[in-house]
């Protein structure tokens, strides 16, 4: 038996609000909290599932030598300038690393900075 990835965690300055950034992005839900320190969400059907839940962990300042989690995502009942349309409204912003603009994905940003991409039809429609 193989392992799997159960939880990702990412360091940032206001859980909360990547809580809900993110929950509204994957359509999950808060799974858990800790004063303010931490919020853990994931699919509506909780935890053990096909998928991560993600770990937003509060840092006041960046961890000298610690990278930051970078996360890739699909549409998966859109099309992919639709979905790009609704991660914009919903906080993200473009993010230039250095792309040529002849990728097959966007780079964005969530709404406290951490780069993340918008993949083009990875996933199978649902």
Same mark, same amino acid.
């Given at each position: 038996?193989a392992?799997r990835?159960?939880?990702?965690?990412?360091?940032c #300055?206001d859980?909360?609000?990547? *809580?809900r950034?993110w929950?509204e992005?994957? $359509?999950?839900?808060?799974?858990?909290?800790e $004063?303010g320190e931490?919020v853990?969400?994931?699919?509506?059907?909780?935890?053990?599932g *096909? /998928?991560?839940?993600?770990?937003l962990s509060?840092?006041?300042?960046?961890?000298?030598?610690?990278?930051r989690? #970078?996360?890739?995502?699909?549409a998966?009942d859109r $099309?992919?300038e639709?979905?790009l349309?609704?991660?914009?409204?919903l906080?993200?912003?473009? *993010?230039d690393?250095? /792309?040529?603009?002849?990728?097959?994905? #966007?780079?964005?940003a969530?709404p406290?900075?951490?780069?993340?991409?918008?993949?083009? *039809?990875?996933?199978?429609q649902?």
């Amino acid at each position: 038996m193989a392992c799997r990835i159960s939880e990702l965690v990412l360091g940032c #300055h206001d859980p909360e609000l990547l *809580a809900r950034f993110w929950c509204e992005v994957l $359509d999950f839900v808060v799974l858990d909290r800790e $004063d303010g320190e931490m919020v853990e969400i994931g699919p509506r059907e909780g935890f053990g599932g *096909a /998928q991560p839940t993600i770990i937003l962990s509060r840092r006041d300042a960046p961890e000298p030598g610690k990278t930051r989690l #970078h996360i890739d995502v699909n549409a998966t009942d859109r $099309d992919h300038e639709a979905e790009l349309e609704r991660l914009l409204s919903l906080g993200a912003r473009p *993010a230039d690393i250095g /792309q040529t603009g002849e990728e097959p994905w #966007h780079v964005l940003a969530d709404p406290e900075g951490n780069e993340f991409c918008l993949l083009r *039809a990875r996933i199978p429609q649902l």
